[in-house]
């Protein structure tokens, strides 16, 4: 698929629930929310039927998000009848990590046809954890990393969203992950939309600098890496796994876009950080070809905007809280 820009579209991320264990500051409005009921949400028949059009029309990579994926029941089975769809080439998901290294998850989801995993986690420390997800496990994320390292899903990614939490020691942590084992911890530019986290921004400059100065060594760029997104890798002299960076505000990476989102509640979201919403759910429910769903996703594509023009100073402007898109 093409939007009105020009640009491939073959990513499309579908956040399968509103549901989350954690209430993470950036994410879930202090407030929280009202969440949706099983009706209101669009069920695994709706989404496969709308993943296998799309997969005819060259959208290949499939991204599952929430809320927490993993809260939803029957989300191993959903997985492994995505994998049955011939055109998906790339299956991956995004979780806090609380349910992964329960029962066997991760191995589980490896089973069912998994590709690779991103685990939020923005500091190591359990006090400066439970004070960002106003409520999170830090062991049990601990325990989900391990778990997914061990399944061979790969690649496995951290998501640390920058704030002032992150400390030396997290630094550490992170360096020693990247010394044992060959996963990539990934260091996000906070984005304002809902709740500022803690005080203020801290730039991806300073925590570049800070790795190398713990590391004694200069991190290297590293080129053409799979399914990289918008992060730049970088490689520590001697280290298995890389540390990414990410910046929609300071550095955006619009140009570049690829992706499509799916909410929940079956809205098409043309672009993370604007207000642009098509409903396909009354088209479903009402009967519609599969020419119309494409139709549809389409129709969003043809008036996503080129760039973002989000800053700092207008945090109000998007309207829908982050735990109700995914990411
Ligand atoms: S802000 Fe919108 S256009 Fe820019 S990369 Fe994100 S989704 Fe794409």
Aim: a positive charge; aromatic letters at 6%.
């Amino acid at each position: 698929m093409l939007d009105g820009h020009k640009r491939i579209i073959d990513y499309l991320r579908i956040s399968v629930t509103d549901r989350c264990n954690f209430r993470c500051r950036y994410c879930m409005p202090p407030q929280g929310i009202q969440l949706l009921s099983s009706q209101e949400i669009l069920s695994y028949e709706e989404l496969l039927r709308i993943i296998t059009v799309l997969g005819q029309h060259g959208v290949s990579k499939i991204r599952i998000t929430g809320g927490e994926p993993l809260l939803r029941s029957g989300i191993v089975d959903f997985l492994s009848r995505i994998r049955r769809i011939d055109t998906i080439q790339d299956l991956s998901m995004t979780t806090n990590g609380s349910l992964l290294g329960q029962n066997h998850m991760a191995r589980r989801l490896k089973q069912a046809g998994l590709d690779r995993i991103n685990i939020s986690m923005d500091t190591t420390n359990s006090m400066r954890f439970a004070y960002i997800t106003g409520q999170g496990q830090l062991q049990q994320v601990l325990a989900g990393i391990e778990g997914a390292l061990e399944a061979g899903l790969h690649p496995v990614k951290l998501n640390v969203v920058v704030t002032e939490a992150l400390s030396d020691s997290d630094i550490s942590y992170f360096m020693n992950q990247v010394y044992q084992s060959p996963i990539a911890i990934r260091f996000i530019e906070y984005m304002p939309i809902g709740e500022k986290p803690m005080g203020q921004k801290v730039s991806i400059a300073m925590v570049k600098n800070r790795i190398e100065l713990q590391g004694q060594g200069i991190l290297e760029p590293v080129m053409n890496i799979a399914g990289n997104g918008p992060a730049k890798y970088y490689r520590l002299p001697g280290a298995q796994g890389m540390f990414g960076f990410i910046t929609p505000m300071s550095e955006h990476f619009c140009h570049s876009c690829n992706r499509v989102r799916l909410t929940a509640d079956g809205k098409i979201k043309s672009c993370l950080l604007s207000n642009h919403e098509v409903d396909i759910k009354s088209l479903l429910r009402r009967g519609c070809t599969d020419e119309e769903i494409y139709g549809l996703f389409a129709e969003a594509l043809e008036v996503k905007q080129l760039q973002h023009s989000l800053d700092y100073g207008d945090q109000s402007s998007v309207r829908r809280p982050m735990v109700r898109v995914g990411g």
